[in-house]
């Protein structure tokens, strides 16, 4: 059982290491997983200015009708948080699909293979996943910081670590249903293009862009089982919003039930389906 136990931990470090070692050594990547949320927040963050259509209003009603419809005083900081949500998506998804290369390469033969367990596969890209989202999430947090986000009165630095907390449970929870859709592909198109189905739809029929308030019923419904939901919710409760415990507290909760049972799917579709 000890030496089970090291099999499992020193593979999901050198799976992991390897991982990241991929992206720290290919310097076009990196550069633009660090450009790429600075675009998205300038492009969506500053373009969509709703507060410009209160700009006739007295400054204290503008405020009261942003405060009552998003929860903050300028739809830059609602929709700055959101973007956190849209960028640890897509680098998740990314993370998960790239066990169709590691088939094709033959390396995914080699790994399975060894006395590694199946469902550490599907652990090490939920971790790189984690890392990578971590990083893109604070660039968006620092260059938000810069172009004027405004934080709540009940923001501290003791803040970023339940924050830290929800982009790995999101992170790795999105990360393993993409390695799911790819676990038996042996071609990029079929995952990705069930991807494309589900992506934008996923995003989209949750409250990164608009409150629940603004949407259709039907859509609420939706929105309101939807894990991303919750988990921007949390990080607005955590900076942008005055925070509310006991909805920070179900949001954790929620994350934290949609990462077990995704990941207990996910490794048991990995020991099922993944095969040399």
Same mark, same amino acid.
């Given at each position: =059982?000890?030496?089970?136990?090291?099999?499992?931990?020193?593979?999901?470090?050198?799976?992991?290491?390897?991982?990241?070692?991929? &992206? #720290?050594?290919?310097?076009?990547?990196?550069?633009?997983?660090?450009?790429?949320?600075?675009? &998205? $927040?300038?492009? #969506?963050?500053?373009?969509?200015?709703?507060?410009?259509? !209160?700009?006739?209003?007295?400054?204290?009603?503008?405020?009261?009708?942003?405060?009552?419809?998003?929860?903050? +005083?300028?739809?830059?900081?609602?929709?700055?948080?959101? =973007?956190?949500?849209?960028?640890? *998506?897509?680098?998740?998804?990314?993370?998960? $699909?790239?066990?169709? &290369?590691?088939?094709?390469?033959?390396?995914?033969?080699?790994? !399975?293979?060894? %006395?590694?367990?199946?469902?550490?596969?599907?652990?090490?890209?939920? /971790?790189?996943?984690?890392?990578?989202? @971590? #990083?893109?999430?604070?660039?968006? /947090?620092?260059?938000?910081? $810069?172009?004027?986000?405004?934080?709540?009165?009940?923001?501290?630095? @003791?803040?970023? !670590? %339940?924050?830290? @907390?929800?982009?790995?449970?999101?992170?790795?929870?999105? +990360?393993?249903?993409?390695?799911? *859709?790819?676990?038996?592909?042996?071609?990029?198109?079929?995952? =990705?293009?069930?991807?494309?189905?589900?992506?934008?739809?996923? *995003?989209?029929?949750?409250?990164? #862009?608009?409150?629940?308030? *603004?949407? %259709?019923? &039907?859509?609420?419904?939706?929105?309101?089982?939807?894990?991303?939901?919750?988990?921007?919710?949390?990080?607005?409760?955590?900076?942008?919003?005055?925070?509310?415990?006991?909805?920070?507290? /179900?949001?954790?909760?929620? @994350?934290?039930?949609?990462?077990?049972?995704?990941?207990?799917?996910?490794?048991?579709?990995?020991?099922?389906?993944?095969?040399?």
């Amino acid at each position: =059982m000890r030496g089970f136990g090291f099999y499992r931990l020193h593979g999901t470090w050198t799976l992991t290491k390897r991982e990241l070692k991929k &992206w #720290f050594n290919n310097p076009i990547v990196l550069l633009v997983t660090i450009v790429q949320p600075i675009v &998205w $927040m300038v492009l #969506f963050g500053k373009a969509m200015n709703l507060g410009a259509m !209160l700009s006739n209003l007295p400054p204290d009603l503008g405020q009261q009708i942003m405060r009552s419809t998003f929860g903050t +005083s300028d739809y830059f900081s609602y929709m700055a948080i959101g =973007m956190i949500s849209f960028t640890i *998506m897509f680098t998740s998804m990314f993370g998960g $699909m790239s066990i169709v &290369w590691d088939r094709r390469l033959g390396f995914l033969d080699k790994v !399975l293979s060894t %006395p590694v367990s199946r469902a550490t596969v599907v652990i090490a890209k939920g /971790l790189n996943a984690a890392v990578r989202s @971590l #990083f893109q999430a604070f660039v968006i /947090l620092g260059v938000a910081a $810069m172009l004027g986000l405004s934080f709540s009165s009940t923001f501290s630095p @003791l803040n970023l !670590l %339940p924050i830290i @907390l929800a982009i790995c449970l999101l992170s790795m929870g999105l +990360s393993t249903i993409f390695v799911a *859709m790819a676990v038996r592909a042996t071609r990029f198109e079929t995952p =990705m293009a069930l991807v494309n189905l589900v992506n934008l739809p996923f *995003m989209f029929a949750s409250n990164v #862009f608009v409150p629940f308030s *603004m949407m %259709p019923s &039907w859509l609420q419904t939706i929105a309101r089982v939807n894990p991303i939901s919750y988990f921007t919710d949390a990080i607005r409760q955590l900076t942008v919003f005055e925070m509310d415990v006991s909805t920070l507290v /179900l949001d954790f909760v929620f @994350l934290g039930a949609f990462t077990l049972v995704i990941f207990a799917l996910g490794a048991f579709l990995a020991v099922r389906y993944l095969s040399r």
